[in-house]
């Protein structure tokens, strides 16, 4: 298991962090296996999708802020309940097959990590298992 420690540098974000996944894989010295992808915080959460047109990630942010606008009402008083909505709806981890040592990603697949109350110092859980 690693961690990987992040730090987001808006409000709202969605950082690429394939990178770093891939060489979590590799220093694990896993060929073939599957790796879990973890983030342990509330107002944050983990979701792979297109890393190549940076348009794909601000038109997901865009349509998550229409879907839960900053101000509805909400009953949780630190006033960062948009930010606990958007995580719960984009999930807290991944699951990625490894194959020879490599994440298993499409050719237009990334993995990001998306921030939602930021920016803060973030921790992201990467366990790999298989042989
Ligand atoms: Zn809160």
């Known amino acids: 298991m690693q961690r990987l420690h992040i730090s987001t540098s808006t409000r709202e974000q969605l950082l690429d962090i394939t990178r770093e996944v891939a060489e979590a894989i590799a220093a694990s010295e896993v060929a073939e296996g599957v790796a879990v992808v973890y983030c342990p915080h509330t ?27 900053c101000d509805s009402g909400y009953r949780h008083c630190e006033g960062n309940s948009d930010a606990h909505v958007k995580a719960t709806m984009v999930g807290s981890s991944a699951t990625i097959p490894i194959e020879n040592g490599h994440p298993l990603l499409g050719t237009w697949q990334g993995v990001y990590l998306t921030e939602f109350d930021g920016p803060r110092n973030r921790t992201v859980i990467v366990t790999v298992m298989g042989s």
Do not use: K, Y
């Open 43 to 69: 107002t944050a959460g983990i979701t792979i999708n297109e890393n190549a047109d940076p348009d794909v990630a601000r038109d997901l942010l865009e349509t998550l802020r229409r879907l839960v606008p």
